[in-house]
């Protein structure tokens, strides 16, 4: 079965840095590898969606690359904010019977510092 | 519109009661999804539907159970409770132009 890994650890990062997170993924290749925000005790918030004929996204101060070849996803948030810490999900759909049946990896809880 | 909605926030079980959780979608989204999420766990799905009347299993579907007689409404049952079933429970639509799921805010379930 499809495995998917995120860092575990949280990564602490000063303001204004770029915060890289990781997905790395097993076996088949997504037809979609989204990434959502989870704050605590809150439901996942949509961030961003790329297709795996896509290499990279940008939405704002967001940028996602998708590395079919490396089964592999970067996420990138630019000059950060305290706002900005948070848990980061991504999730994987392999949109074979049925889109939407997302896969998720555990996240990486992102700690921004002024 | 007010997205996806889901009753009760908490709830406190004792081995062998029965629930359900509510899901109510006010977007016409036909795509409906039931996760639970353990502590330090992704996201796992349980059930999903197409549409209403069409009701189909994910990956641990066990000890649950679902039904949706309109587009709106996709409840969750649980007949015996278990402590294995002991999570957070997150309700998701998604609707046919974009692929993002809009989840609600969550049910966290205790069995004890």
């Known amino acids: 079965s499809q495995k998917i890994e995120q860092n575990s650890e949280a990564l602490n990062i000063q303001e204004g840095k770029t915060a890289t997170l990781t997905c790395n993924y097993t076996n088949y290749s997504p037809a979609y590898l989204q990434w959502y925000r989870q704050d605590p005790g809150r439901g996942p918030v949509f961030l961003l969606l790329?297709?795996?004929?896509?290499k990279e996204k940008r939405k704002e101060r967001l940028k996602v690359t998708f590395d079919t070849t490396l089964k592999q996803s970067l996420f990138h948030i630019t000059a950060s904010q305290p706002a900005d810490s948070a848990t980061y999900l991504c999730?994987?759909?392999?949109?074979?019977?049925?889109?939407?049946?997302?896969?998720f990896g555990a996240g990486t809880q992102v700690v921004v510092t002024p | 519109n007010a997205g996806v909605t889901q009753t009760p926030k908490f709830r406190i079980l004792k081995i062998g009661q029965s629930m359900t959780l509510q899901c109510t979608q006010d977007?016409?989204?036909?795509?409906m999804y039931w996760y639970r999420q353990d502590p330090g766990m992704g996201l796992k799905l349980i059930y999903y539907?197409?549409?209403?009347?069409?009701?189909d299993k994910g990956e641990v579907p066990n000890g649950y159970n679902v039904s949706r007689s309109t587009t709106e409404d996709f409840p969750l049952r649980l007949e015996l409770a278990a402590p294995s079933q002991t999570s957070v429970y997150f309700c998701?639509?998604?609707?046919?132009?974009?692929?993002?799921?809009?989840f609600g805010p969550g049910t966290r379930l205790t069995v004890l």
């Open positions: 790329i297709r795996e004929n896509e």
């Open positions: 977007m016409n989204h036909n795509y």
């Open positions: 999730a994987l759909d392999r949109a074979t019977d049925s889109w939407g049946k997302l896969q």
């Open positions: 539907s197409v549409g209403a009347g069409i009701t």
């Open positions: 998701a639509s998604i609707g046919l132009v974009h692929n993002e799921q809009f």
